[in-house]
């Protein structure tokens, strides 16, 4: 009788744990990794990771933080949690890395903390069934809750709800209809993502407008949306290298989406509203690992809100920065030249509107952003011409523009009281503000005259420098040539015929050494008599006591004569009697 053989079951569980291993694997390979299934969950160490690559979703802690806050964030995938984009919790972070995130039923996205209290969760509004949503981390570094279906409905985006950055499809703005926004808000400090100081909102008063804001002050504005840009900002042109803007601007939505373009860093291009209020546009360079900044807003002190004050106009390129608009002067001159500005400036001639005739005129200020729209009415439909027209008309009216810069232009803006934030720019616009007419004429007149003025002036002090200038010329050639003539040889013509004989100039010091001191006995008085002598003779010749004393001058200085000829004592001798006196 064979013997049955004995089945040991105490290792069975053994065998079937690797095979539940394996299908649990494989079930889990079946889930794409940027996708999370409703009932499904990621915990810290766990990510998601787009199809393409770029972006990932899990749990970090900032630089320079305690490792113990723990935040869910999304970031760029090559330069990691140092370039996080957007985190769930910013307000309240985890304390250990107990967290977790689960897709709930409805769609909800809910992060838990290790006792299971929600820190967060999306406000999911749309219905779906409880087995239909998924989470999905697009290429577009967006995280969508949608319905798992082909086309299905996104029923909640991380797009919709950005914290201090902005990336390409991005919308920034205000639905009109349900009050929705798409603003920026600052971190509280770098290694803090907590709401920080600064916002950044679409203002929809007037003309749409971007406002960053210092709680509830104006800190910076773009300026106004004319048709191609945002007044100050004429970068954000259609032709902006790194995105192209597609703007929104109807009854139901003002708001603007910066396109990716062509560019190899588009993808790969971020704008932030850092903690101290500053936008910058960061690019990544895959080449060199690191991203490169270049601040946007605020270039300059002259992007500080309403720096010059009403009816002020900031120039940065000047010393100082402020003037006022021609026809206005400073409300206090003093506080301006301590350079505080903010008082702003007022008219100097009363506008003569009011009295049943609209007789005030308009002065173009080129170049400029322009004023902050809040006090302002806007006409897209009417003509300048027009414009102008209800301008004049509107004793209140102080200045007006253009609303859309494209073509010829068209449309209405007209200020009411004054204007402010004014700043000229590059590629900047019109601004035609309001001054009484008499004002006008006579503004004109004085700014011919001072610059006829000036001009005579400036001629009349290079007339002066040129005189003064042409003197000392003079006095110094007639100084050189002195100097030469005492220290050194000057050339005579010769009554003989030669004309390069040399004729010597004996210095102070040698006439000292020849005259022993100017002594009596060497008197030159004593040798007019063999002058007397050889004139009276009347031939020309030299007599011998006179050849003799040329003689022994020329001995004494040969370093002064090249040649003693008989030519030359004749030249001497001539010159000795008062024959060259003349020449």
């Known amino acids: 009788m064979t013997a049955v053989p004995t089945i040991k079951y105490l ?41 393409g690559g770029s972006f990932t979703l899990g749990f970090f802690s900032p630089t320079g933080a305690a490792p113990t806050k723990r935040y869910l964030g999304i970031w760029f995938t090559a330069s990691g949690a140092e370039s996080v984009y957007w985190v769930a919790n910013r307000d309240a972070p985890l304390n250990n890395t107990s967290g977790v995130l689960v897709l709930s039923t409805g ?41 798992n279906s082909s086309g299905g409905r996104i029923l909640w985006q991380s797009f919709d709800h950005p914290t201090n950055t902005m990336l390409a499809g ?4 205000k639905n009109l209809k349900t009050g929705a926004e798409w603003s920026l808000t600052s971190w509280r400090a770098q290694n803090d993502p907590a709401t920080g100081n600064y916002s950044r909102a679409m203002d929809t008063k007037g003309l749409p407008d971007i406002v960053t804001w210092q709680g509830n002050v104006k800190k910076y504005r773009a ?49 932030v509203l850092d903690e101290a209020g500053v936008v910058n546009v960061l690019a990544w360079l895959p080449t060199r690992g690191e991203w490169i900044s270049s601040p946007w807003l605020p270039r300059d002190l002259c992007d500080d809100y309403a720096s010059c004050g009403a009816f002020g106009l900031c120039n940065a390129a000047s010393t100082p920065m402020c003037s006022c608009v021609d026809g206005f002067s400073p409300v206090n001159s003093s506080q301006w030249s301590r350079e505080e500005y903010s008082g702003g400036c007022r008219r100097d001639v009363r506008l003569e509107c009011g009295d049943g005739a609209a007789t005030d005129r ?28 209800r301008c004049l008309a509107n004793c209140s009216c102080v200045a007006y523009a253009p609303a859309d810069i494209q073509g010829d232009g068209s449309g209405c803006v007209m200020w009411k009281d004054n204007v402010v934030d004014v700043r000229y720019i590059a590629n900047g ?11 006008s004429g006579n503004k004109n007149v004085v700014k011919i005259a001072l610059l006829v003025l000036a001009s005579v002036l400036v001629l009349a002090a290079a007339g002066i420098c040129l005189v003064w200038v042409c003197k000392r010329r003079g006095k110094r050639r007639s100084r050189d040539s002195l100097t030469k003539a005492i220290l050194g040889y000057t050339r005579a013509p010769n009554e003989f015929g030669d ?75 001539h010159v000795v009697s008062g024959d060259h006196a003349g020449e």
Not at 34 to 46: A, K, M, Q, S, V
């Open 11 to 51: 290792k069975l569980p053994l065998l079937i744990f690797p095979i539940l291993l394996l299908f649990v694997g494989a079930s889990a390979a079946g889930t794409p990794s940027d996708t999370l299934n409703n009932g499904g969950n990621i915990t810290d160490g766990e990510t998601l990771n787009s199809t």
């Open 107 to 147: 769609g909800i996205l809910r992060l838990l903390d290790g006792s299971g209290k929600i820190v967060w969760f999306s406000n999911t509004t749309i219905g779906a069934s409880a087995s239909s949503t998924v989470a999905q981390l697009l290429d577009s570094g967006d995280l969508v809750v949608r319905e």
């Open 170 to 173: 991005m919308k920034f703005g």
């Open 223 to 271: 300026g106004p949306w004319n048709g191609r840009w945002f007044s100050g900002v004429p970068d954000m042109d259609s032709t902006f290298r790194l995105f192209s803007v597609q703007m929104v601007d109807d009854a139901d939505e003002v708001s603007y989406v910066l396109n990716a373009t062509a560019s190899a860093y588009s993808t790969h291009t971020r704008v």
């Open 362 to 389: 308009f002065m173009v200020v080129r170049g400029v952003k322009l004023p902050d729209t809040d006090n302002a009415t806007v006409d897209r439909n009417a003509t300048l011409e027009q414009c102008k027209a």
């Open 429 to 439: 616009q019109d601004l035609y503000v309001r001054l009484a007419k008499s004002e």
């Open 499 to 573: 004309d390069n004989i040399e004729l010597p100039f004996v210095s102070f010091a040698d006439i000292a050494v020849a005259t022993n001191k100017f002594s009596e006995d060497n008197l030159l008085g004593q040798g007019m008599e063999l002058m007397d002598r050889w004139q009276g003779d009347g031939s020309g010749a030299l007599i011998p006591e006179f050849e003799l004393f040329l003689d022994r001058s020329f001995t004494m200085y040969p370093d002064r004569t090249p040649v003693c000829t008989r030519q030359s004592k004749l030249q001497a001798a």
